[in-house]
């Protein structure tokens, strides 16, 4: 009965602990000192950039000063698009489908609009940068 115990509330521990969210600063590459929301261009320096990770799952976030934001998740299945989420602010959610475009040139994850998207841009757009999350965090 005492090993049935200690298994039961061993496996409830386990159970219980679920993955660790870390989270640390991003940075825009290349040509980004600005960005476009909704038409609004922003200095790169005004919007808040965010990486987070829980397991495998790398997500970035951007938050410009009204509230609005973007996030994007690096697809786990090998594949390199992934669907670009802006909300808040005044507008109404969108889904950008397949509008990010993630590769990891220098070992540090991040993502630039599709480049063939161009139709998206009008939503958001990086000026030919890229937001990505550096390794050394």
Not at 66 to 90: E, F, H, L, M, W
Not at 96 to 108: D, F, I, M, Q
């Amino acid at each position: 009965m005492r090993k049935i115990i200690i298994a039961a509330l061993t496996a409830a521990v386990v159970a219980g602990c679920g993955a660790k969210t870390e989270s640390w600063p991003g940075e825009f590459y290349g040509n980004a000192d600005k960005v476009d929301i909704y038409g609004q261009t922003y200095a790169t320096t005004d919007v808040k950039l965010l990486c987070s990770k829980t397991g495998d799952q790398l997500k970035i976030l951007i938050t410009a000063p009204d509230g609005t934001q973007v996030t994007s998740t690096r697809p786990n299945d090998g594949s390199k698009k992934a669907d670009i989420q802006v909300t808040g602010g005044s507008h109404s959610p969108q889904t950008l489908v397949n509008g990010a475009l993630w590769s990891s040139p220098r070992g540090e994850w991040g993502f630039e609009g599709d480049p063939e998207d161009t139709d998206s841009h009008k939503t958001f757009y990086l000026h030919d940068g890229s937001a990505y999350c550096p390794a050394n965090h």
